[in-house]
């Protein structure tokens, strides 16, 4: 394809991961960490609070930003009012390793698709811009793409938490091309969601490569997207990409 600005999506794009934050183990470990930092929750409390919080959050975000159709929250906050509603100061360290704790202890697995740190090298040597654009949270975003050793083959990363928007939102798009000077006709959007990644793209104006993935959302109809991957394959998404 002609474009040379490649916006990637990340979770079910370029990698496989499992979480689960419903698991009585994650609430109980998160409670004796914070309690181990002078914040005494039940694992109940803990969770209860976590979840209103969240909410909390969300209104605050909406507020903030009115023309949003789709909106996220920076989670930190939330993880910094725990400590707060037992009057405890945590530091910005405190926080990000709370974070990671949590994250940690809620992923079962992450890995990336057989192929994808290749083909985002190659795209480099044929002077294509690659470009993340996910749905995620920074907190735990940007460490994993340290431990998948990627974070460096991206040109920019837009993140939806540091944004407080989120996919399909236009203004997602949006933002990415006006921060990085990318004109939409030499722009595309490569996912794995029918709704978040190309009716997004779809609704900003440029075009999309949609590549079925195991995290994928199961078809109602078929994407609307430039181009189809039905089978996941890297390989078949790089040939396309550089022809």
């Excluded at 975000?61 to 996220?72: N, Q």
């Excluded at 996919?167 to 029918?194: S, V």
Aim: glycine share 4%; proline share 4%; with cysteine.
């Amino acid at each position: 394809m002609h474009q040379n600005n490649l916006l990637f999506d990340l979770y079910g794009t370029l990698a496989n991961i499992h979480t689960n934050e419903s698991k009585k183990e994650l609430w109980k470990l998160l409670a004796v960490w914070y309690k181990s930092h002078g914040a005494l929750y039940s694992p109940w409390e803990l969770q209860k609070t976590y979840h209103q919080l969240i909410k909390e959050e969300k209104k605050q975000a909406a507020l903030r930003h009115p023309d949003y159709t789709f909106l996220d929250i920076q989670q930190e906050r939330v993880f910094e009012k725990l400590y707060i509603n037992k009057n405890i100061s945590a530091s910005p360290v405190l926080i990000s390793e709370t974070a990671l704790f949590f994250r940690t202890v809620s992923r079962t697995h992450l890995n990336l698709y057989p192929g994808v740190r290749s083909m985002l090298q190659e795209l480099h040597t044929h002077n294509k811009h690659c470009f993340l654009l996910t749905n995620a949270q920074a907190i735990f975003t940007i460490p994993e793409l340290k431990l998948l050793r990627i974070i460096d083959c991206f040109d920019g990363i837009i993140i939806s938490s540091t944004e407080e928007c989120a996919k399909p939102d236009p203004h997602f798009f949006q933002t990415a091309c006006i921060r990085y000077n990318l004109e939409k006709n030499d722009t595309l959007m490569i996912g794995n969601d029918p709704v978040t990644d190309i009716e997004g793209a779809n609704a900003y104006g440029i075009d999309s490569i949609y590549i079925h993935s195991n995290l994928s959302p199961k078809w109602t109809s078929a994407p609307k997207s430039t181009r189809l991957i039905q089978n996941g394959s890297i390989d078949q998404l790089k040939k396309l990409l550089l022809s």
